[in-house]
């Protein structure tokens, strides 16, 4: 089983008036330092602040009546978690959302302030997980995970449409990498409507999961580490259903960067772009300022969110943090 061009088509139809049209600017800074149009996806913009509203808004309206009736659960450091909020409370239905204590304090709020039930369990997402499995089991809740599931990954991929809508002639487009949700999403939407355009994911180095699972040929599990990009933290799942194989056929290649790299891309959307950006957010700059990947023609970023602790970011900025451990010096 795979989500193909048609389901990403079927999701736009869904979604369609519940999650914004996001623009995608030409930067004239990145274009003059890589000497080709460099575009910005200002999915940052997107309502909750984050892409994640795409899948989750697909999913929970796909959903029958009685799974409605039931109410939907998911781990999530963060963005997810925020989606799913919002997108269930939009329909009226119940929402638990289960996270790890490496969630930052700003996304945590954002989660409690639109209704849902929050837990906090363990210091990892897989921890998160068991919570989840729990409540499945014992009180009949809906799992919706946040990348490896059909409806989750058509939802994401329709931001793909949009930008091949929107840069039709775009050689290469740079996707924020984690759980692969989006990145699968993203390039089954456009390897169906342009094979030759090249989509490659970016990671921080820090807990690279999908990078070391493509490396190894299975999903494997990596320790996972503070880094500046936190949205980008957790394993794929060992047991992974869809997005390890997606990645793997569809991904052109993948690229690590740095947490001294993800701050410059921070800043660098800050000061040049004069765009708020989370970690995860940046790596599409933070990779083409440093060099990786070396692109040819017209290239898209996404900046795929924006849910950045403000404390944070101002010493991003100001060049006094380049890690995420620098937070609570
Ligand atoms: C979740 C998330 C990602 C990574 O998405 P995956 O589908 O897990 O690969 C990237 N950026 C932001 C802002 C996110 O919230």
Same mark, same amino acid.
């Given at each position: 089983m795979t989500v193909e061009l048609k389901h990403i088509r079927a999701a736009r139809e869904r979604i369609a008036g519940k999650v914004e049209r996001t623009a995608t600017v030409l930067s004239q800074s990145l274009s003059d330092r890589t000497g080709g149009p460099v575009y910005l996806?200002?999915?940052?913009?997107?309502t909750t602040g984050a892409f994640k509203l795409r899948g989750a808004s697909n999913a929970i309206a796909a959903l029958s009546a009685d799974e409605k009736s039931r109410g939907v659960v998911a781990a999530s450091t963060g963005n997810h978690g925020r989606a799913l909020a919002h997108a269930a409370k939009l329909e009226g239905i119940r929402a638990v959302i289960c996270m790890s204590k490496l969630v930052s304090e700003n996304k945590l709020d954002a989660i409690r302030r639109l209704g849902a039930d929050v837990r906090i369990v363990g210091n990892s997402q897989d921890d998160a997980q068991q919570e989840v499995d729990r409540l499945v089991a014992e009180e009949g809740l809906v799992m919706l995970p946040p990348f490896d599931h059909p409806d989750i990954i058509a939802g994401q991929g329709t931001l793909g449409l949009e930008i091949m809508e929107q840069?039709?002639?775009?050689?290469a487009v740079l996707v924020p990498l984690s759980g692969g949700g989006l990145a699968a999403g993203v390039a089954a939407a456009i390897k169906g409507v342009s094979p030759n355009t090249k989509v490659i994911g970016i990671s921080m180095a820090r807990g690279a999961a999908m990078k070391a699972s493509l490396d190894a040929g299975r999903p494997v599990q990596v320790e996972e580490l503070p880094t500046?990009?936190? $949205?980008?933290?957790?394993? @794929?799942?060992?047991? +992974?259903?869809l997005t390890f194989a997606m990645c793997r056929d569809l991904l052109d290649d993948v690229v690590l960067l740095a947490e001294d790299e993800i701050a410059a891309g921070i800043r660098h959307a800050y000061g040049q772009e004069r765009e708020i950006v989370e970690g995860a957010g940046a790596v599409g700059i933070g990779a083409l300022l440093a060099g990786k990947p070396s692109t040819n023609g017209p290239t898209v970023l996404i900046l $795929?969110?924006? +849910? @950045?602790?403000m404390a944070l970011h101002r010493r991003i900025v100001c060049g006094e943090a380049a890690t995420a451990t620098e937070r609570v010096a």
């Open positions: 996806k200002l999915e940052h913009h997107q840069v039709p002639d775009a050689a500046l990009a936190d $949205s980008l933290g957790g394993g @794929i799942g060992l047991d +992974n259903q $795929s969110g924006r +849910n @950045i602790d």
